[in-house]
């Protein structure tokens, strides 16, 4: 857990930074002790959670290739234990549905993880298959909090959404839509039409989970989320940029997605990274970097001019303050300005 609370020290001020790099004492020394307890034969729920907290911490903070390492560790981990739906449990008998629930969610966060990592490197085979039409959900969240002594509803991954569904369930609906998007995209077939229309029903898909999110939201009171919301549109930027999707991207699909990325309901979340604040999810940082980057290709400046007020230099400056948590997000903002200045270069020419 202090391994997660690291945060790249701050340049401001007179303080010098001494080590910027996330590869620090502490992440050693948990990568170390993680693989003395694997060595020693140590069969544990705890152990695997420790393993995807590492896991988490080096997607954040870009490092690679070990966060690949790390996932596909877990997850062969999760396996070994049985805690996959219909595997073969190693583990005691969960005496409650507060441990059974518990291990059901430890599994779903390793297949979260193996698809985030697996955005970064396209067409590298996934460490999970698919997920099956009857495996389980979480249950809600709310429920899962309290520790209800009575056992809550439990949802299908096949069941339709509905108010039942907790927000992690939704999450995961959301990554078993982008797994299926990634899938399309990797395909070795060359039948166009096939293609084009799996992926019309995926977009299809996707746009109703966003929109359910939306709805979900107001029934709730409550704030948008964040993080259904950018995997959503990852899905759909990722179909529509592949080359060998025959699915044009709408006109009027990035232009709002990024007033939406540059709204009160994003805002709080760069505000937070500002503060220092830990709550900021890395899955912000992919959706922000994706935007900027179909942005660049239509707010280009005429004649080499200057980038000025374009949606471009807010969401990157958006990316400058999540590096305050995430360093990811600062090697995406170091992208975008490679790209910006080739950009440039070719329109002055």
């Known amino acids: 857990m202090k391994l997660m609370t690291w945060r790249p020290p701050s340049s401001e001020g007179d303080a010098p930074v001494v080590d910027p790099t996330a590869r620090t004492a502490t992440y050693r020394a948990a990568k170390q002790f993680g693989f003395e307890l694997e060595t020693a034969g140590v069969i544990s729920l705890r152990v695997l959670q420790g393993m995807i907290l590492v896991s988490l911490y080096e997607i954040g903070h870009a490092i690679y290739p070990a966060a690949f390492m790390s996932v596909a560790a877990s997850v062969r981990y999760a396996q070994g234990l049985g805690i996959q739906p219909g595997g073969m449990q190693r583990l005691k008998l969960p005496l409650s549905w507060v ?11 390793a297949f979260l993880l193996d698809r985030l990592s697996g955005m970064t490197c396209p067409g590298c085979p996934a460490a999970i298959d698919e997920p099956r039409p009857e495996d389980p959900l979480p249950t809600d969240d709310a429920l899962w909090d309290e520790g209800a002594t009575k056992v809550p509803f439990s949802p299908l991954l096949k069941n339709p959404v509905s108010m039942e569904f907790g927000r992690f369930a ?3 609906q959301a990554f078993v839509l982008l797994s299926k998007v990634l899938r399309l995209v ?12 799996e992926a019309q029903q995926l977009e299809r898909t996707v746009k109703a989970l966003l929109y359910f999110g939306q709805m979900e939201c107001k029934w709730r009171n409550g704030v948008p989320s964040c993080e259904l919301h950018s995997i959503s549109h990852i ?12 699915v044009e991207m709408p006109d009027n699909f990035i ?12 805002e709080h979340m760069v505000t937070a990274a500002r503060r220092g604040r830990d709550e900021i999810s890395p899955f912000l940082i992919q959706i922000l970097y994706l935007t900027s980057v179909q942005l660049l290709k239509r707010e280009r400046p005429k004649n080499g001019g200057d980038w000025g007020e374009t949606r471009v230099e807010k969401l990157k400056t958006a990316l400058m303050w999540l590096d ?3 360093q990811l997000a600062g090697v995406f903002h170091q992208a975008l300005e490679a790209q910006q200045i080739a950009l440039s270069r070719e329109t002055s020419n």
């Open 170 to 172: 939704l999450l995961i």
């Open 99 to 109: 441990e059974e629930e518990e291990r059901k969610r430890v599994w779903w966060s």
């Open 324 to 326: 305050k948590r995430w």
């Open 186 to 197: 990797s395909s070795r077939d060359e039948q166009s039409h096939l293609l084009k229309d």
């Open 235 to 246: 899905s759909l930027i990722t179909m529509y940029t592949s080359p060998k999707i025959p």
């Open 255 to 266: 232009e709002p997605l990024a007033d939406v990325l540059d709204s009160s309901n994003y």
